[in-house]
Protein backbone atom coordinates (compact mmCIF):
# COMPACT_ATOMS: atom_id res chain seq x y z
CA UNK A 1 0.00 0.00 0.00
CA UNK A 2 1.32 3.48 -0.84
CA UNK A 3 2.22 5.85 1.45
CA UNK A 4 -0.89 7.94 0.01
CA UNK A 5 -3.39 5.51 0.16
CA UNK A 6 -2.48 4.85 3.82
CA UNK A 7 -2.81 8.79 4.32
CA UNK A 8 -5.99 9.10 2.40
CA UNK A 9 -7.19 6.33 4.89
CA UNK A 10 -6.04 8.15 8.04
CA UNK A 11 -7.22 11.36 7.09
CA UNK A 12 -10.74 9.63 6.23
CA UNK A 13 -10.52 7.83 9.92
CA UNK A 14 -9.58 11.53 10.96
CA UNK A 15 -12.54 13.40 9.45
CA UNK A 16 -14.94 10.45 10.83
CA UNK A 17 -13.62 10.62 14.33
CA UNK A 18 -13.74 14.09 14.42
CA UNK A 19 -17.51 14.14 13.07
CA UNK A 20 -18.41 11.58 15.61
CA UNK A 21 -16.95 13.50 18.27
CA UNK A 22 -17.94 17.22 17.48
CA UNK A 23 -21.68 15.24 17.08
CA UNK A 24 -21.62 14.20 20.23
CA UNK A 25 -20.12 17.05 21.88
CA UNK A 26 -23.07 19.30 19.82
CA UNK A 27 -25.85 16.86 21.07
CA UNK A 28 -24.47 16.76 24.76
CA UNK A 29 -24.83 20.72 24.38
CA UNK A 30 -27.90 20.87 22.82
CA UNK A 31 -29.27 18.28 25.14
CA UNK A 32 -28.54 19.59 28.18
CA UNK A 33 -29.82 22.87 26.73
CA UNK A 34 -33.00 21.56 27.00
CA UNK A 35 -32.60 19.62 30.40
CA UNK A 36 -32.03 22.81 31.56
CA UNK A 37 -35.30 24.15 29.88
CA UNK A 38 -37.33 21.38 31.20
CA UNK A 39 -36.45 21.90 34.53
CA UNK A 40 -37.30 25.65 34.20
CA UNK A 41 -40.79 24.71 32.60
CA UNK A 42 -41.43 21.69 35.81
CA UNK A 43 -40.70 25.32 38.32
CA UNK A 44 -42.84 27.15 37.01
CA UNK A 45 -45.42 24.34 36.73
CA UNK A 46 -44.74 23.55 40.26
CA UNK A 47 -45.27 27.32 41.08
CA UNK A 48 -48.13 27.73 39.22
CA UNK A 49 -49.63 24.93 40.38
CA UNK A 50 -48.91 26.03 43.76
CA UNK A 51 -50.44 29.61 43.21
CA UNK A 52 -53.66 27.54 41.75
CA UNK A 53 -53.99 25.76 45.12
CA UNK A 54 -53.75 28.60 46.89
CA UNK A 55 -56.51 30.47 45.20
CA UNK A 56 -58.76 27.28 45.12
CA UNK A 57 -58.26 27.08 49.26
CA UNK A 58 -58.96 31.25 49.42
CA UNK A 59 -61.80 31.15 47.03
CA UNK A 60 -63.02 27.47 49.28
CA UNK A 61 -62.77 29.62 52.23
CA UNK A 62 -64.44 32.65 51.41
CA UNK A 63 -67.13 30.29 49.89
CA UNK A 64 -67.68 28.95 53.37
CA UNK A 65 -67.67 31.81 55.02
CA UNK A 66 -70.43 33.04 52.71
CA UNK A 67 -72.56 30.15 53.52
CA UNK A 68 -72.20 30.57 57.73
CA UNK A 69 -73.11 34.22 56.98
CA UNK A 70 -76.11 33.44 54.57
CA UNK A 71 -77.22 31.02 57.86
CA UNK A 72 -75.94 33.18 60.54
CA UNK A 73 -77.71 36.85 58.97
CA UNK A 74 -80.92 35.87 60.79
CA UNK A 75 -79.18 36.56 64.52
CA UNK A 76 -76.78 38.85 63.51
CA UNK A 77 -77.24 43.21 64.66
CA UNK A 78 -77.41 43.88 60.93
CA UNK A 79 -80.51 41.87 60.15
CA UNK A 80 -83.34 44.44 60.77
CA UNK A 81 -86.03 41.56 60.57
CA UNK A 82 -87.27 39.75 63.31
CA UNK A 83 -86.09 35.80 62.72
CA UNK A 84 -89.14 34.10 63.34
CA UNK A 85 -90.32 36.05 60.17
CA UNK A 86 -87.40 34.97 57.86
CA UNK A 87 -87.57 31.64 56.10
CA UNK A 88 -84.24 30.36 54.08
CA UNK A 89 -84.71 29.65 50.40
CA UNK A 90 -81.05 29.64 49.64
CA UNK A 91 -81.23 29.53 45.59
CA UNK A 92 -81.77 31.60 43.90
CA UNK A 93 -82.16 34.62 46.92
CA UNK A 94 -81.24 33.59 50.59
CA UNK A 95 -84.27 34.88 52.86
CA UNK A 96 -87.72 35.66 52.18
CA UNK A 97 -88.77 37.32 55.08
CA UNK A 98 -92.83 37.92 55.80
CA UNK A 99 -92.06 41.32 57.79
CA UNK A 100 -94.49 41.71 60.33
CA UNK A 101 -96.46 38.36 60.28
CA UNK A 102 -95.05 37.33 63.81
CA UNK A 103 -96.46 39.89 65.25
CA UNK A 104 -99.85 39.51 62.98
CA UNK A 105 -100.05 35.89 64.05
CA UNK A 106 -99.36 36.74 67.58
CA UNK A 107 -102.80 39.29 67.54
CA UNK A 108 -100.60 42.18 68.14
CA UNK A 109 -100.22 43.50 64.59
CA UNK A 110 -102.31 44.00 61.53
CA UNK A 111 -102.54 42.36 57.86
CA UNK A 112 -101.74 45.81 56.28
CA UNK A 113 -98.23 46.23 58.11
CA UNK A 114 -97.13 42.85 56.67
CA UNK A 115 -94.69 43.65 53.86
CA UNK A 116 -93.21 40.57 51.88
CA UNK A 117 -89.01 41.23 50.99
CA UNK A 118 -86.89 39.12 49.11
CA UNK A 119 -82.98 39.22 51.07
CA UNK A 120 -79.63 37.63 49.75
CA UNK A 121 -76.84 37.68 51.95
CA UNK A 122 -73.44 38.63 50.39
CA UNK A 123 -70.34 39.28 52.36
CA UNK A 124 -67.12 40.21 51.53
CA UNK A 125 -66.73 42.04 47.51
CA UNK A 126 -69.55 39.36 46.45
CA UNK A 127 -72.07 40.86 44.26
CA UNK A 128 -75.88 39.88 42.88
CA UNK A 129 -75.86 37.58 40.10
CA UNK A 130 -77.34 38.04 36.65
CA UNK A 131 -80.31 36.09 38.24
CA UNK A 132 -80.58 37.88 41.70
CA UNK A 133 -80.64 41.02 39.95
CA UNK A 134 -83.31 40.33 37.35
CA UNK A 135 -85.28 38.95 40.44
CA UNK A 136 -84.83 42.47 41.88
CA UNK A 137 -85.80 44.15 38.74
CA UNK A 138 -89.22 42.03 38.68
CA UNK A 139 -89.76 43.03 41.86
CA UNK A 140 -89.01 46.75 41.63
CA UNK A 141 -91.32 46.63 38.33
CA UNK A 142 -94.02 45.10 39.99
CA UNK A 143 -94.11 41.32 38.27
CA UNK A 144 -95.37 39.99 41.55
CA UNK A 145 -98.15 37.76 42.45
CA UNK A 146 -99.79 35.43 44.90
CA UNK A 147 -101.09 31.92 43.80
CA UNK A 148 -102.93 29.81 45.39
CA UNK A 149 -102.67 26.17 43.70
CA UNK A 150 -105.20 22.94 45.11
CA UNK A 151 -104.00 19.52 45.19
CA UNK A 152 -107.13 17.10 44.95
CA UNK A 153 -106.32 13.52 46.28
CA UNK A 154 -109.33 11.60 44.25
CA UNK A 155 -109.78 8.74 46.84
Not at 36 to 58: C, D, G, M, P, T
Amino acid sequence: MSIWMAMLIGAAIGVVLTTIILSHSRNGRIKAEYEQYIAELELEHQQALAQAQKRSVNTSRAVLKGKMAEQMAPIMPQFEYLPSDAKFLGDPVDYIVFDGYTDFRDGDGRAEDIQVVLIDIKSGGARLTKGQQAIAEAIQQGRLRFETIRIDFED
